[in-house]
């Protein structure tokens, strides 16, 4: 491999490294968030002092009560005026389209599961989101003589069965009834085929109940994040919480370990997200006071993360006016997501598609104006998802001929000018080093040569290359969708595996193979090898270094690789091949005798035109260095 293949591997490396670096947060971001927590804590500490303070009232009313029967006072104690719906018998109820069925709970008047009709488990069953067993979604309020009552633990009244209107769209209504007039209304529509529920809070004269001055109630969300998908660590990796801001960009926690964020700005949404999957809770106005809490569960558990979201939201009792939320229950695809935006103004977008892990700056671009569109296209009207990447590498690739071709041209120059850099060499001794070089430069001027021309068309490619290693992993569409010997595009296509713990296989390679990635470690080598023997960089000094870096990375790759979607695999593997069917192709049409004659010819022309052709800066620098060593060298001589 020629030195601007390898200074392409060295820069894509460094990006990755910077990558890395530029998605943690800074020490003064660190510092910044310690220094608010105190003031994020105020609402929730008031709220939390209420609820001691009315626990302590409860306990000591309760051991007073002489006269009054034991389990009616507590209960008139815990739940002050919402005491008749302490109790009942649960009831559930259905909403449903073609995409999503979720069910309702008149307990709570919550969302007890949300199956996705269209998107199976590991287990051959409905992916469900919002599982009863796993997920607890309530408002928290404070009512008069300090009571505080959380809505999850209180029994709704049906206001009526499931109703559809003439669009389609279905609805249901859930009331907490006080012992007064005073009720508050939860207002579930789905509309037909949509995966986007509408969640409506209505109240009627709660601030009868409520202490004066009352503007806010709490929202309490948490889940756990079951595993969908059968590579547990790849999924791990892509199991995310995320949150917008109102007037910024997404964010999200740590998804390598235990994270704890206490956010001080207005919060617009807030997800709950997996490698395919998200449960979206959308304001109508915002969230404040924001406390996000991520923890990743242990691989025997079935789960991957937990999640738990606390946050306050604005509340008037006396205005009777609606809270709007929305709930995005479905899978992480881009059209899909970024169809909310639609007639949407600049500043009201909800981006609800960043959830999507695309890449940052120029990797995201790419992805989203010309590698999804393009996948859109063909999958249009083409239904195997093997041959629309393998459509995708060939435009791809034709569409970066050109850079190749010039890249490849470089190397033929080089390598043709070979035996007179090897007569330098043989002329100026080692020691000499910069005397060799400065005749080596000399010689690529005179001929119109740039030892770094091939290195731009290289560079160009790395975006995409970039690109792609974050398109296939985030792409549902690969989920579940079978090619040759792969069940399923988005996973690893082992054709062998064990259960016997190796040690270091079982943990950095894992107890499978995958055919793929072996496939795309083998054309990788072999591509290697022909770039290797293509530019002659045997006498370079450090050649037998790169050239065993050049080798030891692909079996690298292909450990990393091991474990990740084998469409992401293939489609490095299809790549390589084509690489290599275009090097043949492109040294084929190179007449290398005649190259080295139009080189010829552009010295002598080059030597006629300007014969005294200022040295250049570059040149400077290099006889100066050379002066230098050889003043060196001679002092040492002197020495001994």
Same mark, same amino acid.
């Given at each position: ?11 894509? =490396? ?72 302490? $109790? ?21 008047? *919550? ?47 049906? /206001? ?63 889940? *756990? ?18 949150? &917008? ?6 964010? %999200? ?12 700005? %207005? ?33 025997? $558990? ?109 190397? =033929? &120059? ?32 005179? /001929? ?45 296509? =082992?054709? /062998? ?87 043949? =192709? ?15 010819? %552009? ?5 006629? &035109? ?16 050379? *002066? ?13």
């Amino acid at each position: 491999m020629d030195k601007n293949t390898i200074l392409g591997f060295v820069l894509i =490396a460094a990006i990755l490294i910077t990558f890395s670096i530029l998605n943690r947060p800074s020490q003064e971001e660190i510092e910044r968030q310690r220094a608010y927590q105190d003031s994020l804590r105020i609402a929730q500490q008031e709220l939390q002092e209420a609820i001691r303070e009315s626990n302590a009232q409860k306990v000591s009313d309760f051991d007073a009560a002489e006269h009054i029967d034991s389990s009616e006072q507590e209960t008139s104690k815990a739940y002050g005026d919402f005491k008749s719906a302490a $109790s009942g018998e649960e009831k559930l109820f259905v909403l449903e389209n073609d995409l999503i069925k979720i069910t309702l709970s008149n307990k709570g008047g *919550r969302i007890v599961s949300a199956q996705l009709k269209e998107h199976l488990s590991r287990n051959s069953l409905p992916v469900e989101l919002f599982h009863q067993d796993d997920a607890n979604f309530g408002f928290t309020m404070a009512l008069r003589n300090n009571h505080i009552i959380t809505t999850s633990s209180l029994f709704f009244n049906p /206001v009526s069965e499931v109703t559809e209107d003439s669009e389609g769209n279905r609805q249901m209504t859930f009331r907490l009834q006080s012992e007064t007039n005073a009720y508050i209304d939860f207002v579930y529509t789905l509309p037909a085929n949509d995966y986007m529920l509408d969640f409506t809070v209505r109240s009627h004269e709660m601030n009868t109940i409520m202490p004066l001055g009352s503007n806010y109630m709490i929202v309490n969300w948490n889940s *756990r994040i079951r595993q969908q998908e059968k590579g547990r660590q790849f999924e791990e990796r892509y199991s995310t919480l995320n949150y &917008k801001y109102l007037t910024d960009d997404m964010e %999200k926690m740590n998804a390598a370990k235990d994270d704890e964020k206490k956010l001080t700005g %207005k919060v617009k949404w807030i997800a709950f997200k997996d490698q395919y999957f998200s449960s979206i809770l959308i304001a109508g106005e915002s969230f404040s006071n924001t406390h996000l809490i991520s923890k990743i569960e242990s691989k025997e $558990s079935g789960y991957m993360k937990s999640y738990q979201a606390e946050m306050t939201v604005d509340y008037n009792p006396a205005s009777n006016e609606d809270m709007s939320f929305k709930f995005y229950l479905g899978p992480n695809k881009y059209k899909t997501l970024a169809s909310y935006d639609k007639d949407l103004p600049s500043d009201q977008k909800l981006k609800l598609r960043e959830v999507l892990p695309l890449g940052w700056g120029i990797f995201g671009w790419i992805n989203r104006f010309a590698i999804i569109p393009m996948f859109n296209f063909f999958s249009s009207f083409i239904s195997n998802f093997g041959i629309i990447i393998l459509l995708m590498t060939i435009v791809i690739k034709l569409v970066l001929f050109p850079l190749t071709y010039k890249s490849y041209v470089s190397s =033929a &120059k080089m390598r043709v000018l070979k035996p007179e850099i090897d007569e330098i060499n043989e002329r100026i001794p080692p020691e000499k080093a910069a005397e060799r070089q400065k005749a080596t430069m000399e010689l690529y001027n005179k /001929v119109g040569v740039s030892p770094f021309s091939g290195c731009l068309p290289t560079l160009l490619q790395m975006p995409i290359l970039f690109a792609m290693f974050m398109f296939f992993p985030s792409s549902i569409e690969l989920r579940g969708e079978s090619f040759l010997w792969a069940k399923d595009l988005s996973s690893y296509d =082992a054709i /062998v595996s064990w259960d016997v713990y190796i040690p270091f296989i079982s943990k950095y390679y894992g107890n499978h193979i995958s055919l793929f990635t072996l496939l795309m470690t083998i054309t990788t080598l072999i591509s290697t090898k022909l770039n290797m023997a293509n530019t002659n960089t045997s006498d370079q000094p450090g050649s037998g270094m790169m050239k065993w870096m050049m080798y030891l990375m692909p079996i690298m790759f292909m450990f990393i690789f091991n474990s990740y979607a084998s469409g992401l695999s293939y489609y490095y593997f299809i790549s390589t091949l084509i690489t290599i069917g275009q090097t043949y =192709a492109i040294r084929s049409t190179i007449d290398e005798e005649k190259l080295l004659a139009e080189l010829h010819a %552009k010295r002598t022309a080059n030597a006629k &035109k300007q014969p005294t052709k200022k040295k250049s800066s570059f040149m400077e620098r290099l006889e100066k260095m050379q *002066r230098e060593q050889e003043k060196l060298m001679r002092e040492r001589s002197k020495k001994r």
